[in-house]
């Protein structure tokens, strides 16, 4: 017989698959509208007139914008109570605002012929209000996988849709807009290709969207966003002070914060624009084989993400981020000698018809081939294991606390990753002057030099071998196993347990019901 204040076993709330695949949607919706969005200097010259470089800067300080509206939002978002919980609410406000947005910036700004100083304020309003909406999605797409499921074994799997969508979404979207709408106006991205684009990806964003409220439903009720209260204990609502105190105490988040923040850091760097140009414009001779290697890439690390989520939900998102970080530490050092020993250019040469050995340029490009797949297969593990650990971490906090504010960890990390990822391009701008870039950028047939090879895999590789090694430190004293995991599931149960009966949720009285049949 068990110990009267012996703690119950956690009861697992777990999402059906349909579920999971409608709620996150919510990444379709958002990259649709950043295909839209990524066309923002075009929309800005062909609508309101404005310099390309202008809207270049505009673009880069909304971004700190960005970064800042992410706290305000998430504590919004956290205090905000209704009797028909507030993913759905804050999923269609986001969707709303982004659509007001673009409206205003594609279709109805370009019939008041703005120009000069009116036209940049214009432009420059749309976009913060479209990058008000789109944190609102964001941080409601990021929470929803929180109370979708507390099973350790189901939860690495939301990160297999979401990468799928992700690799999906913005390419059949751009299919579309390049293939299917620019023909109809010349191939000219003129203002009514903006005007019909816009209006594609509103009506589409809103179906997928709407879809995925449909698939969080059943889980986005209030009880699932309830604190732990004892007794008559005031409910507080969430404040700045609570977020403060989440990054100054919770050791854990700090840990993530550092180790996902470092990985993003490099990720970025190496996915730089002149980076992809030194690899396959100058290195390998052919800008056309990272388009293609994009595509063909696309399956294998969906495969892998599921692969990741399987071993994620039986040994753990910490142990496995942390050990498939030295896995991609080996896989990339081989990439690294790769590039600066084998003759790479020899693939350029077969493409291009040009190859003095085709058999060898066969076998090189082959070789290219499986080390790009390892690349990205190993990454994208760690990816699957990142993300999911963020989830455990709103569970930890809840432990630890008795407040539940999954907003405020994703909008916590968010902050510090927009901030961190905004300097990647800068690095890589200002490391390729190393090599005589100070005027001009890399461009396909330079000439092939050692300082080339070197600073291309100092900034592909170098730099995310650096973001894995303080992964692995960082996480070295974390806690936050499978087995801690597990542990923390208890004592929500537990606590909830304890709670007056007004107060119980319907999982709490799941809880009860279950410890008491045992």
């Known amino acids: 017989m068990k110990e009267k204040n012996a703690k119950p076993s956690p009861v697992y709330s777990r999402a059906k698959t349909w579920q999971i695949a409608l709620t996150t949607m919510t990444g379709i919706g958002q990259m649709v509208f950043y295909v839209l969005m990524t066309s923002a200097t075009y929309i800005g010259n062909a609508n309101f007139g404005i310099l390309v470089a202008v809207t270049g800067v505009i673009i880069t300080f909304s971004r700190l914008f960005d970064g800042i509206t992410d706290p305000i939002i998430a504590l919004v978002m956290e205090r905000f109570k209704s009797k028909h919980g507030k993913i759905r609410f804050f999923t269609m406000i986001g969707w709303a605002t982004m659509s007001v947005a673009t409206t205003l910036m594609c279709n109805i700004g370009p019939k008041l012929h703005l120009e000069g100083a009116l036209g940049i304020a214009f432009f420059v309003l749309c976009y913060v209000i479209y990058i008000i909406g789109y944190t609102f999605c964001s941080i409601s797409g990021q929470i929803n996988a929180n109370v979708l499921t507390n099973d350790p074994k189901q939860r690495p799997t939301i990160s297999v849709w979401n990468t799928a969508y992700s690799y999906l979404a913005p390419m059949i979207m751009s299919v579309v807009s390049m293939s299917v709408i620019l023909p109809k106006f010349n191939n000219i991205q003129s203002t009514q290709y903006f005007e019909t684009l816009n209006i594609v990806v509103v009506a589409v964003s809103f179906v997928f ?41 919770n050791k854990e988040l700090q840990r993530y914060i550092i180790a996902a923040g470092s990985d993003k850091l490099a990720q970025t760097i190496g996915s730089a624009s002149v980076v992809s140009t030194m690899l396959f414009g100058i290195i390998v001779g052919s800008m056309s084989l990272s388009s293609i290697l994009s595509a063909i890439a696309m399956l294998p690390s969906i495969i892998f993400a599921v692969i990741g989520s399987k071993i994620a939900g039986k040994k753990g998102s910490l142990k496995v981020m942390v050990d498939w970080s030295k896995i991609c530490i080996v ?5 690294a000698a790769f590039i600066l020993f084998a003759p790479a250019s020899m693939i350029g040469d077969l493409m291009n018809k040009k ?24 990454k994208m593990v760690v990816s699957v294991a990142t993300n999911s650990l963020r989830m455990d971490i709103v569970d930890y906090e809840f432990d630890r606390t008795g407040k539940y504010m999954p907003a405020a960890v994703s909008a916590t990390y968010s902050f510090v990753d927009k901030a961190i990822s905004s300097f990647g391009a800068f690095i890589a701008t200002a490391m390729i002057g190393l090599v005589g ?26 730099f995310p071998i650096i973001g894995w090694i303080c992964t692995i430190l960082a996480m070295k004293k974390s806690n936050i196993t499978f087995e801690k995991m597990e542990e923390v599931q208890k004592n929500i149960a537990y606590k909830k347990s304890k709670l007056p009966q007004e107060n119980k949720s319907e999982i709490v009285e799941e809880t009860i019901t279950e410890f008491t049949e045992e």
């Open 209 to 249: 969207y709407l879809l995925s409220c449909i698939g969080v439903s059943k889980f986005d009720k209030p009880e699932n966003f309830e604190n732990i209260k004892i007794g008559k204990e005031k409910e507080e609502k969430p404040s700045f002070k609570d977020m403060v105190n989440l990054i100054k105490s």
């Open 331 to 335: 896989v990339n050092i081989i990439y």
């Open 355 to 378: 190859a003095s050995s085709v058999a060898l340029g066969v076998i090189i490009a082959i070789v290219f081939l499986l080390l790009n797949f390892a690349v990205n297969a190993t």
């Open 437 to 462: 870039y100070t005027t001009t950028v890399p461009q396909q047939g330079d000439p092939l030099t050692v300082g080339v090879k070197v600073i291309t895999v100092v900034l592909l590789i170098g």
